[in-house]
Structures are given as C-alpha cells and as structure tokens.
C-alpha cells in the first residue's frame, strides 16, 4: 500500500503560478497528477515515469504545466504556470504501476486526498 500526500494548491489571481507536490511512501513505476472540477470527470493533467523520466501532458496545460519528480526525495512536482480561471480545480496525485495508458485514472492504484486550486479572474 502506498500513501500519497499532497501540497501546495490554493487561491491566485489568473497569469499566476502554483506549484503543488506529492510525496509517495514507496515506489511505483509511474505517477500522474489529475483535476477534477464540480459536476465534471476526473480529467488528466500530466504523468511522468520513475525510471526515465518520461513526461506526459495534456494538450491543454502543455507549454504552462511542468511535471518532474525528485527520486530522492520520493516526490513528484507539477510546477503551474499562467493559470486561468479554467485551471480551477481539486487536482489529486496518483501512482501505479501503470502497464496501460498513463492517461487512464483506471492505470493507477493509488490516490491522495486532493488540494484545492482555485484561480480568480
């Protein structure tokens, strides 16, 4: 069993900036981070492999989010970047060793709590 715990989400005004973090207590082979918005669906944001590094986004955060982990540190970051009203959001970490599509909430066994994003016009 894995826990993720989450950090760094709150209140900014749009065309600021957020960087929320998910530290795991153990490895899996994948982590992603994933919003969801009153009255819509889980949605994918950005997923990044342990071994590699490889990085994985969602058309319409690329170029504004930034994904990375730190092995050392058992933590994944997504740095957010010119953020709209849009963005607004529980955005929760995931983890999993994902054989599937990274993009799939059902690729991953693990998930935390959720922090709240909240973008202000």
């Known amino acids: 069993q894995v826990q993720l715990v989450e950090s760094g989400g709150g209140l900014v005004q749009a065309g600021g900036s957020l960087r929320l973090s998910c530290t795991a207590s153990?490895?899996?082979?994948?982590m992603g981070w994933f919003r969801q918005a009153p009255g819509k669906e889980r949605d994918f944001v950005a997923a990044i492999t342990w071994t590699g590094g490889s990085t994985y986004y969602a058309d319409n955060i690329k170029g504004r989010f930034t994904i990375s982990r730190d092995n050392s540190k058992n933590t994944m970051y997504l740095i957010t970047n010119n953020l709209k009203p849009e963005d607004t959001a529980v955005y929760y970490c995931?983890?999993?060793?994902?054989?599937?599509?990274?993009?799939?909430?059902?690729?991953?066994?693990?998930w935390g709590q959720g922090t709240q994003v909240t973008v202000s016009s």
């Open positions: 995931a983890a999993g060793n994902v054989n599937g599509d990274l993009r799939a909430p059902i690729a991953y066994d693990y």
């Open positions: 153990g490895r899996t082979s994948a």
